[in-house]
Structure formats: structure tokens, C-alpha cells
């Protein structure tokens, strides 16, 4: 990811509850969240558990527009391993 796109994630983010990234092909990572949102996901359990939270409709979400495809999720070693596996040589 660019640090442009970063840069624009941490200067929208404060405005909203929630923040996800919209890509080309879907809704992806990383995810902006506030301070009044640190409770429940602090409660949250398994890899799903953040997309619950996002689609409760507790809070408001804000879509920000990025460039590209929805980027791999790495949250485990396997994870990490299945990437460097798809980069080529």
C-alpha cells in the first residue's frame, strides 16, 4: 500500500466511527477505528470478528476509495507464508 493511501486512512479516519478501505474488487483493510469502538473490539473473538462489528450497523462506516485490489489478509504465520509464496521469483 502506498503511504499516500496511509496518509489519507489517518487524515479521514478521525472524521467517522468506522472506516474501511474500497477497492476495485470489494471492501478490504485496514480498517479505521475510534476510540468509542476500542470496547467491543476488545470483546471480539475469532478472524471474522472485526466484519461483525463493521456490519452491526451500531455505528456509522465510511468507505474510503483506494486504487487497486483488495489486499491479502495476514494474520498468521501460514498467512504470511502463503504471500511470500504468490510473489514471484
Known amino acids: 500500500m502506498a503511504p499516500a493511501t496511509l496518509r489519507r486512512i489517518i487524515d479521514v479516519g478521525p472524521a467517522t ?3 474501511v478501505c474500497r477497492y476495485a474488487d ?3 483493510h485496514p480498517f479505521w477505528f475510534s476510540r ?3 470496547g467491543e473490539l476488545a470483546r471480539l473473538h ?3 470478528g472485526v466484519w ?3 456490519h452491526s450497523g451500531r455505528h456509522p462506516v465510511r468507505e474510503l ?3 487497486g ?3 491479502l489478509d ?3 504465520w501460514d498467512d504470511y507464508r502463503r504471500l511470500l509464496e504468490s510473489v514471484p521469483s
Open 17 to 19: 466511527e468506522i472506516m
Open 52 to 54: 461483525k462489528l463493521v
Open 36 to 38: 468509542t469502538v476500542f
Open 74 to 76: 495476514v494474520d498468521t
Open 46 to 48: 475469532g478472524d471474522k
Open 65 to 67: 476509495a483506494v486504487d
Open 69 to 71: 485490489c483488495v489486499p
Open 26 to 28: 470489494g471492501v478490504g
